[in-house]
C-alpha cells in the first residue's frame, strides 16, 4: 500500500455517491448515512438492505458520468472490476475522492475498520488486509471496553454522573461498560462494597471518595453523597459512583438518579451483577433448580419491619440482605410462621472474593452454627431447599475447614492476635475460624461442630502437653488434629525461628550478645526439650548463645541471665519471649528481664505472616 494521509470528514448534508447495489455498497451507504451524508445510490439493482432504508435515495439504472456532477465523495463496489475502474477513473479526471471497494490498490482512499467508544472513535487499516483490519479493530473494541486504555478527557467537557454497578465483589464481574466508564472518570464515589481492586487502576489523580465505610459508619450522608455528585458534574467532571452489585437494588440508587435529574445534570445507569444472584451462585446454589424452585424473593432484613407470615408462605427460595444481624430473629419467625425447621439454609460471608466462606445449616440452628463461626456482613442469606446443592456445586466442597484452638486468656490483646491470625487466613480464601479452651467463645467443641466433619482443628499452643493431648483432642471429636506448633522433641520449625529472630530485630537486639528465651512453663519434661530445642537452634542462626528461661517454674528468667554472665557473656542482653500473644505472661517475663538487667525485650510472637504460613502448614500435614 502506497503511504496514505488519514482523515475525518464532515459529510454532514452532503451529497454522496454511491456505485452499486450489493451487500458491500449497503453497508458503505449506511455508514455515510449515519454519518449524515446525503447517500445517492446508483444501480440497476439493489439488496433489500438498500431498498429498506429510507435515508438512502435509490436511482435503479447504471451509472453514468453526470452522476458525479454534485457530489464531494465518490464510493464504487459494484462487483464488476470494468465498472469500478470507471467509475475512480471519471472521479480522478474530476478530482473527486474515490473508494474502489474491489482493488485496495488501485484506489485513491480507503475506508479504515473503526471502533466508537462514546466520543472516541479509533480507525484502523491494515496494509490493504480487510480481516487482518478486522481482527485489529476486535482486539482494539476489546482493549476500550476493559478499561486499560487511558480514555479519560483531559480537555473540560460537559459533566456528566454514571451510577455504575460494580458487580459483587469480584473485579471481572464489572459490565464492560462500567469499566470504559470507570476509565473515564475524574471522580469516583465509591462504596464499601464495591469492587475495591478496580480503584487501583485508576490514574492518581483521579479523586476517589469513599461514601461509606460500614454498616452504622457511613462516612457521607445519602445527602451528602447525592450533592457531591450533583456538585463535581456541573463543575464539569465525569463522576462515576461505583456501587456494590445493581445500583437499583437496596442501593439507594433511585435517590442518586433523581437527585442528579432534579438538578439537571445528565446521569446514565449501568445495571450491575446483583449479590442477591451472583452470592449464592458463587457458593454453588442454583436459587431455581428445576424441580426444587421455580422463583426466589430478595428481602432486605435492613431498619425494616418484615412480613414473615407472607414471606414463609411464598413457594420461593428466600434471599436476605443485610440479614446477618437479624439471623436469629429471621430463623425464629421463619418457623413460627411456617417454615420447617429443618429447612436448609447457607450463609455466604464476602461472595466472589478471595475470602468468600459458605456456612451451611438449617433454620433450627443457624443462628447457633453463624454466632460460632462468627458470621459477619456482608452476607447473603439463602434459605430454601435448593441450598444443599452446594456440597456438590460449591466451592467449598474442595476446601477443608481450619478451626484454630487457641487457649484463651482474660486479656483482650491476647484474642485480638489470634482473631488476627484467623483474618489472615481468612484474606488468604482459607475457611477458617477459632474455637477457645477458655476465657472466650465460641467453645472449642462448637466451632468443631459448626465447621463441619471435614475441619482440620490446627492448636495453637506452642508446645505439646496436658492442653493439647486432652483439651483440644477432646473437644476435637472425631475430627483431625494437626500438630502442636513446636512439636516434641523440640526440632523447631524454620519459621518459629524467623518470626523470633524479626521480634529481637524489632526490639533493636541486633547488638545483644546473649539471649533469655522465655516460655509460659510446665513440669512435663518434653515442654523443657522443646523449649530447649527452640533456644539451640536460635543460638545458631543469630551466633550469640540462647538460655531457656520460664515464666512459672525454674530456671527463672533471673536464672538465664545468671547463667550466661557465669558463662562469661559480657555485654547487653535481649528477651525473646516464646509466648504466642502479650498477656500477663508476657508482662511477667518483661518485668522479670528488667529487673533482671536486660537491654532489649522483644514482643510476643504476635501476628507474623510465617505463623500464618505455619498454621496452614501444619492443617495441610494433617488433611
Ligand atoms: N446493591 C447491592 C446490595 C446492597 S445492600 C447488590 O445489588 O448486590 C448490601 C447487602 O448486599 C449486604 O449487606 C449483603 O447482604 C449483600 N452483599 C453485597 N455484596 C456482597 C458480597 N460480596 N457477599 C455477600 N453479601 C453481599
Request: overall charge neutral; glycine content about 10%.
Amino acid at each position: 500500500m502506497p503511504a496514505s494521509y488519514p482523515l475525518h470528514l464532515d459529510v454532514r448534508g452532503r451529497a454522496v455517491l454511491v456505485v452499486g447495489g450489493g451487500p458491500v455498497a449497503a453497508r458503505r451507504a449506511h455508514g455515510l448515512a449515519d454519518a449524515g451524508a446525503a447517500v445517492r445510490v446508483v444501480a440497476p439493482w439493489a439488496c433489500e438492505e438498500i431498498t429498506d432504508d429510507p435515508r438512502l435515495a435509490l436511482l435503479r439504472r447504471a451509472w453514468t458520468e453526470a452522476d458525479l456532477d454534485d457530489v464531494w465523495l465518490v464510493h464504487t463496489a459494484t462487483g464488476d472490476p470494468g465498472t469500478d475502474a470507471a467509475v475512480a477513473a471519471a472521479a480522478e479526471a474530476r478530482r473527486l475522492w474515490c473508494v474502489r471497494a474491489d482493488a485496495a490498490e488501485a484506489s485513491a482512499a480507503w475506508t479504515p475498520g473503526v471502533v466508537r467508544r462514546g466520543d472516541v472513535t479509533v480507525s484502523v487499516t491494515a496494509g490493504g488486509d480487510p480481516r487482518r483490519a478486522l481482527r485489529l479493530r476486535g482486539a482494539l473494541a476489546a482493549a476500550l471496553d476493559s478499561g486499560s486504555l487511558p480514555l479519560r478527557r483531559t480537555r473540560p467537557g460537559a459533566g456528566h454522573v454514571a451510577l455504575v454497578g460494580g458487580g459483587p465483589g469480584d473485579p471481572g464481574l464489572i459490565t464492560t461498560r462500567g469499566r470504559a466508564l470507570l476509565a473515564q472518570a475524574d471522580v469516583v464515589v465509591v462504596d464499601r462494597l464495591a469492587p475495591r481492586a478496580l480503584l487501583a487502576e485508576l490514574d492518581p489523580d483521579v479523586e476517589v471518595v469513599e461514601a461509606g465505610k460500614a454498616p452504622h459508619a457511613h462516612t457521607l450522608s445519602q445527602a451528602d453523597i447525592d450533592a457531591l455528585l450533583v456538585e463535581r458534574a456541573r463543575a464539569g467532571l465525569r463522576v462515576v459512583r461505583l456501587k456494590g452489585g445493581d445500583p437499583y437494588v437496596l442501593g439507594r440508587g433511585g435517590e442518586e438518579a433523581l437527585a442528579c435529574v432534579a438538578a439537571g445534570v445528565t446521569v446514565e445507569v449501568v445495571p450491575g451483577v446483583t449479590s442477591a444472584v451472583a452470592v449464592p451462585a458463587a457458593a454453588g446454589i442454583p436459587i431455581t433448580h428445576r424441580g426444587i424452585a421455580r422463583a426466589f424473593t430478595v428481602v432486605s432484613l435492613h431498619d425494616a419491619e418484615v412480613d414473615w407470615t407472607s414471606l414463609a408462605a411464598l413457594d420461593a427460595t428466600l434471599v436476605l440482605l443485610m440479614g446477618v444481624g437479624r439471623l436469629a430473629e429471621a430463623a425464629t419467625c421463619l418457623i413460627r410462621a411456617g417454615r420447617r425447621s429443618s429447612t436448609p439454609v447457607a450463609v455466604v460471608e464476602e461472595g466472589t472474593t478471595a475470602r468468600q466462606r459458605t456456612t451451611l445449616a438449617t433454620l433450627a440452628d443457624v443462628a447457633a452454627v453463624a454466632a460460632a463461626r462468627g458470621v459477619r456482613s456482608p452476607a447473603v442469606v439463602v434459605v430454601g431447599d435448593v441450598v444443599p446443592l452446594a456440597e456438590a456445586l460449591g466451592p467449598s466442597a474442595a476446601a477443608t475447614p481450619i478451626v484454630l484452638a487457641a487457649h484463651g486468656s482474660p486479656d483482650p490483646r491476647h484474642a485480638a492476635v489470634v482473631r488476627a491470625l484467623v483474618e489472615d487466613l481468612r484474606a488468604d480464601g482459607h475457611d477458617a475460624s477459632v474455637g477457645w479452651l477458655d476465657h472466650e467463645q465460641p467453645a472449642l467443641c462448637l466451632a468443631v461442630s459448626a465447621a463441619g466433619p471435614r475441619a482440620v482443628v490446627v492448636p495453637l499452643l506452642l508446645a505439646d502437653g496436658h492442653h493439647a493431648r486432652v483439651d483440644v483432642a477432646g473437644a476435637a471429636g472425631t475430627a483431625r488434629v494437626a500438630e502442636v506448633l513446636v512439636p516434641d522433641p523440640g526440632t523447631p520449625d524454620e519459621r518459629v525461628l524467623r518470626v523470633l529472630h524479626d521480634r529481637l530485630r524489632e526490639s533493636g537486639a541486633d547488638a545483644a550478645r546473649g539471649v533469655v528465651l522465655a516460655a509460659a512453663g510446665s513440669r512435663g519434661v518434653a515442654h523443657a526439650a522443646t523449649c530447649d530445642g527452640v533456644a539451640a537452634a536460635l543460638a545458631a542462626r543469630l551466633g550469640v548463645p540462647v538460655r531457656t528461661a520460664y515464666a512459672s517454674v525454674s530456671p527463672s528468667v533471673a536464672d538465664a541471665v545468671h547463667g550466661l554472665r557465669a558463662a562469661g557473656v559480657v555485654g547487653p542482653l535481649a528477651l525473646a519471649p516464646l509466648i504466642l500473644a502479650p498477656g500477663r505472661l508476657s508482662d511477667q517475663v518483661r518485668s522479670q528481664a528488667e529487673a533482671a538487667g536486660v537491654s532489649f525485650l522483644a514482643e510476643p510472637l504476635g501476628r507474623h505472616p510465617a505463623l500464618r504460613d505455619l498454621l496452614l502448614a501444619r492443617a495441610r500435614a494433617a488433611r
